[in-house]
T-cell receptor, first 111, second 112 residues
Framework: DTGVSQNPRHKITKRGQNVTFRCDPISEHNRLYWYRQTLGQGPEFLTYFQNEAQLEKSRLLSDRFSAERPKGSFSTLEIQRTEQGDSAMYLC?????????FGQGTRLTVV | QKEVEQDPGPLSVPEGAIVSLNCTYSNSAFQYFMWYRQYSRKGPELLMYTYSSGNKEDGRFTAQVDKSSKYISLFIRDSQPSDSATYLCAMTPQGGSEKLVFGKGTKLTVNP
């Protein structure tokens, strides 16, 4: 499968715990994006990378959120001290020539 | 006012019907327009990508863009039960970069 891969697919965590998600983009794509989607809403942009450089972060990305893309390959999104409001689908996408392709997402439930 | 408005539906049609899905936007900087299909609990799948006013056809799908009215549409001909999904419009100021701004999505059900 050469699509965007996200792990884990589901994560249930207790409030206050830290969680980390991984995204493996399509190999030749140099841009990688993270989005968050809540029920009944479209995805909302969080941050994006061109190669290893993080070029933009949304206001939605509080200081509890951090994303990395070491060596311009896979990316991780970490949420520290999770809150119930963090429960959502976290989507990763990679793009080439303007077309963004999404992974299946990681569904986070904070209890 | 949100940058992108999309009627969330739900929309229910019989098999074989022509479906029309629409979005309006307020930011005239948007130049590139996309339609994504999202099945329940899955990631969005890119259906159509266009950057000029007018129509673009791909099989049973036609994307239409009217930049003067800030209005985009997706038409689905001969709709099938497998088309049942949420359809998301998305747009961006420039191709190849920057964030996508999405509508809320329209939930479509095609009944056999």
């Amino acid at each position: 499968d050469t699509g965007v891969s996200q792990n884990p697919r589901h994560k249930i965590t207790k409030r206050g715990q830290n969680v980390t998600f991984r995204c493996d983009p399509i190999s030749e794509h140099n841009r990688l994006y993270w989005y968050r989607q809540t029920l009944g809403q479209g995805p909302e942009f969080l941050t994006y990378f061109q190669n290893e450089a993080q070029l933009e972060k949304s206001r939605l990305l509080s200081d509890r959120f951090s994303a990395e893309r070491p060596k311009g390959s896979f990316s991780t999104l970490e949420i520290q001290r999770t809150e119930q409001g963090d429960s959502a689908m976290y989507l990763c996408a990679s793009s080439l020539e303007g077309r963004a392709f999404f992974g299946q997402g990681t569904r986070l439930t904070v209890v | 006012q949100k940058e992108v408005e999309q009627d969330p539906g739900p929309l229910s049609v019989p098999e074989g019907a022509i479906v029309s899905l629409n979005c309006t936007y307020s930011n005239s900087a948007f130049q590139y327009f996309m339609w994504y299909r999202q099945y329940s609990r899955k990631g969005p799948e890119l259906l159509m990508y266009t950057y000029s006013s007018g129509n673009k056809e791909d099989g049973r799908f036609t994307a239409q863009v009217d930049k003067s009215s800030k209005y985009i549409s997706l038409f689905i001909r001969d709709s099938q039960p497998s088309d049942s999904a949420t359809y998301l419009c998305a747009m961006t100021p420039q191709g190849g970069s920057e964030k996508l701004v999405f509508g809320k999505g329209t939930k479509l059900t095609v009944n056999p």
